[in-house]
C-alpha cells in the first residue's frame, strides 16, 4: 500500500521551545491531510484538517496559533507546536488522502516528549 | 462524535477465530463501515470495509447486519501480531476525517 512518513519518530525538547513535524506522501499525491494527537490510552483526536496550497481548518479547542500546520505542497504536510509545554506531550499521528482515489493512509506517529 | 459503539476489551486464545463487534444503530443508506487497528506505538492501519454485503480480504472477513446497524470483524485465527485496538468507523461522506472512538482493544493469549 501507499506509504506516508513522519519524521521525526521522536523527539524530547525542553519547554518553551518549538518543534517541527513532518509528514510526507511518499508515493502519492495528497490534497488533504489530517493532523491527530493521541494521549496514552486514549483514542486519536483530530486536531485539524489541511488542504495543499489553502489554510488549516482546526477543530474546536485546537490553537491554531499553537499548533501551526503547513501543507505546502501535494506530499508534505507540517505541524509545528510553538512554545511547547509538557502539556503538549503526546503522540501526534498524519494521514494523508490519495488525491487519484480517495484512500486514506496513516503515518507511523511522531512521539513528542516536552520537559 | 464517531458514532459506534464497541466493547472496551476483547481477549482471544491463539490461533482461534475472534470476533469483534460494531453498532452502529443510527447508520444512514451511504455510510461505509471501515475497520482500522493500531498496533503499539505506532499509526492505525486499515483493515477491511464495506458498505452491504459481506467483504473477505488477506487479513479479515466483514460481516454486516441486514438492517446494517451492526457490524463484525472476524480474524480467522488470532495470532500474536493481531493484539492491538481496532476501530470501527463510520465514513459519513468521502470528504470527512476519520473520527476515532474508543475501539476495541483486542489481547492475544498464547
Known amino acids: 500500500g501507499a506509504v506516508v512518513s513522519q519524521h521525526p519518530s521522536w523527539v524530547i ?18 490534497t488533504t491531510m489530517f493532523w491527530y494527537r493521541q494521549f496514552p490510552k486514549q483514542s486519536l483526536m483530530l486536531m485539524a484538517t489541511s488542504n495543499e496550497g489553502s489554510k488549516a481548518t482546526y477543530e474546536q479547542g485546537v490553537e491554531k496559533d499553537k ?16 512554545s511547547a509545554h509538557p502539556e503538549d506531550s503526546s503522540f501526534y499521528i498524519c494521514s494523508a488522502k490519495v488525491r487519484a482515489t480517495g484512500e486514506l493512509f496513516f503515518g507511523e506517529g511522531s512521539r513528542l516528549t516536552v520537559l | ?53 459481506n467483504v473477505n480480504n488477506r487479513m479479515a472477513s466483514l460481516a454486516i447486519a441486514e438492517d446494517r446497524k451492526s457490524s463484525t470483524l472476524i480474524l480467522h485465527r488470532a495470532t500474536l501480531r493481531d493484539a492491538a485496538v481496532y476501530y470501527c468507523i463510520r ?5 470527512t476525517p476519520l473520527v476515532f472512538g474508543k475501539g476495541t482493544r483486542l489481547s492475544v493469549i498464547a
Open chain 2, 1 to 53: 462524535d464517531a458514532k459506534t459503539t464497541q466493547p472496551n476489551s476483547m481477549e482471544s486464545n491463539e490461533e482461534e477465530p475472534v470476533h469483534l463487534p460494531c453498532n452502529h444503530s443510527t447508520i444512514s443508506g451511504t455510510d461505509y463501515i471501515h475497520w482500522y487497528r493500531q498496533l503499539p506505538s505506532q499509526g492505525p492501519e486499515y483493515v477491511i470495509h464495506g458498505l452491504t454485503s
Open chain 1, 13 to 30: 525538547c525542553k519547554s518553551g521551545t518549538s518543534v517541527k513535524i513532518e509528514c510526507r506522501s511518499l508515493d502519492f499525491q495528497a
Open chain 2, 91 to 95: 465514513i459519513i461522506s468521502g470528504n
Open chain 1, 67 to 82: 499548533f501551526l500546520i503547513n501543507h505546502a505542497s501535494l506530499t508534505l504536510s507540517t505541524l509545528t507546536v510553538t
